[in-house]
């Protein structure tokens, strides 16, 4: 039996020795980028014509990878291989599958700061934000194995005199997995082992912005023996190849995580039966946030303050969970917009690569112009920029933390996923006019609220409708948890 489920630690830079690693880690990975890879269908390494390239935010001009584009007839093969394999896959025991995931965690613990690495070139990662994407990948191989040892044993049921009934779990089939570039590395290995380590096979479409890091991951997973054909690489941009392997009839299953309008549209599509298609498709769909942060005035502001700049700006605010919204209560929003001005105004944007600075670039070009389109609008309906407001210098893809003050809770910018480094600070009457902003988007993923009263922490606890919702911390960074089995 595995030992108990314990986070993977997070690296402390400051010691010496793991700097000197993680420096090692990026030159060592420098040397990587450029290269051309395959599709991989069944074990079978394709090149082809169309490549798609993917490049370092930070630096337009480097290229990160080369990919063979799938074309329609690839990804259809993909999904009939995948479902051919499945008929052997399903048969292995759980625990021999759950072996290969333990594995490909401990490789990955071993090779952690090259993972890092891969993950500031490519998507722009500072060395701890990169650190903790890692962190959670090992993490979901860890957790995954696990519950699948838990699912593969004896089940309760409710007793029937005179009859024998038992619960067992089976796999579904061929589960096309797409995950999006800014949890390059844990949303991906999370999604695709989850399904691998229940008996399924995966057809992974990596997104356009990461496919080194889906890369990387697919090599590990060959390196510690997966059968071919479980595990099936398909680069390709998901407007020309996703809509065919979510429709195939022989696909069971969609993990996706990305923005709400992708996942809408693959839960519609999924939802509509194919000739030749038996059963239902199942969709799991992780989709975009429009996170608040709630400052109160019965609060610590210096430690709220801190920890709304920490949410809002962390990963360029490129984070489902990132805080795009503070809303303050009225007596304490003058000194609250100082001291957030303030604390954002300190910093340092540059490349992600050099320690010393706390945000990167955000993911490309069309996202940075989109970021500052925003920002824009945030003025021109009535907002006043306190902090930053446009481009930072350098070649890259870099956008200064801003935050707009006196924003109205309608706005556009209090309404729409930004997905970047821009904090919309919205002005409330009282706790009351608070928690009614809060919930005044069509979103609901995660929230938090910094006040020192007992009795507004419980009525937030019930009131605020978020999946995530923190108390006097900040709203990113969570961990991977084990819920204890009660029966
Ligand atoms: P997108 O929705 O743009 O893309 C996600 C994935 O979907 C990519 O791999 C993309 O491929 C693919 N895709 C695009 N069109 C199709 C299609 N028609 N069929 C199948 N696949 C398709 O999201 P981003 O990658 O930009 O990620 C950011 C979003 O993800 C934000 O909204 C964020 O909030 C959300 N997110 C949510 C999380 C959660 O847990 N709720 C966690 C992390 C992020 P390609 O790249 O080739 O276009």
Redesign the pocket.
Known sequence: MPTKFKNEPFTDFSKPANKKAMQQALAKVRKELGKDHPLVIGGEEIMTQDKLYSYNPAKPGEVVGVFSKANQELAGKAIETAATTFETWKNVPAKKRAEYIFKAAALMRKRKFEFSAMLTYEVGKTWPEADADTAEAIDFLEFYGREMLRYAGPQPVTEIKEEKNELRYIPLGVG?V??????ALA?LVGMTSAAIVTGNTVVL?????SPTIGWKFFELMREVGLPAGVFNFVA????A???L??AHPKTRFIS????????T??NE?AAKVQPGQIWLKRVVA????KDSILIDNETDLDAAAQATVASAFGFQG????AASRAIVVGSIYDKFVEKVAEKTKALKVGLPEDQSNYMGPV?NKGSMEKILNYIETGVKEGGRIVAGGKRAQGDGYFVEPTVIADVDPKATIAQE?I?GPVLAVIKARNFDHALEIANNTEFG?TGGIWTKNKKKQERAKNEFHVGNFYINRKITRNVIQQILQLL
């Open positions: 096309v797409v995950p999006p570039w800014n949890f949303i479409k990596p997104s356009s912005d390709g941009s998901g407007a190849v996703g809509d392997m979510v996706f995580t990305g923005s709400k309008e992708v996942g549209h693959i599509l992780e989709m975009g946030g490129q984070k489902c969970s993911v996923e997905f993923l």
